[in-house]
C-alpha cells in the first residue's frame, strides 16, 4: 500500500510540474538580457561609475518613484540629491562585472511582460573607498527598474545598508568638527 501511495505522489507531482512548465512557458512574457533596456542599465551603471549625473538626470523620469532599502519612497529630486551624496561619501565606485564569460555586462535582464509591463533587474556588486572614514567597502546588491517608453518611472533597491549609513555617519561626524 505505502507504494502505491509513493507511486501516486510522484506520479501527481511529475504531472503538475509538467503542467506548470508548459503554462510558464508562454504565459507571462519574454526575458533578454542583450536587449536596449538591459543596455541602457549597463550605461546607467557604467555613468554611475564614472559619476556622470547627465545620464542620470535622462535616464530618469521626473515622475520617478524610487524605493530604497529602508523601504523608504522618494521622488526624483530627492533620488538626485542621494546620488550626489554617494558620489561625494565615495570615490573609485566600481561594479562587478559579469561572471559568465559569454557577457561581458553586469548580471542584467529585462522581462517583457504581456500586460505590457517592461521591468529590468541587475544583480551585482559595488565596491568604492569612503572619502570620510577612509575604508574599503563592498556588498551585493539587487535593483528592479520599471520602464515607461525610454523612461525608468520606478526603481526598487534591495541591499544592505549598512556601508552607506557608516559612510554617512562618518561624513557627518567630520562636518560636526
Known sequence: ?????????VG??????????????DSFGVVLNDDEKSLMIQKLFEAVEAED?????????????????DGVVINKKEFMTGIE????????????????EEYENLEIETTYYKNGKIWTNIWSEMSAK?????NEMSFRFHISYLWDGDKIIEEVQFFNPT???????AKEMSLNK
Not at 504531472?15 to 512557458?25: F, L, M, P, R, V
Open 163 to 169: 556601508a552607506f549609513n557608516a559612510e554617512g555617519l
Open 1 to 9: 500500500m505505502k507504494k502505491l501511495y509513493t507511486i501516486l505522489l
Open 53 to 69: 549625473v547627465s545620464y542620470l538626470q535622462n535616464i530618469f523620469s521626473d515622475d520617478l518613484k524610487h524605493t530604497n532599502p
Open 12 to 25: 501527481l507531482f511529475t504531472i503538475s510540474c509538467n503542467n506548470t512548465a508548459s503554462k510558464s512557458d
Open 130 to 134: 569612503g572619502n570620510y572614514s577612509g
Open 85 to 100: 551624496n554617494i558620489f561625494d561619501m565615495f570615490d573609485d565606485i566600481k561594479f562587478k562585472k559579469s561572471e559568465y
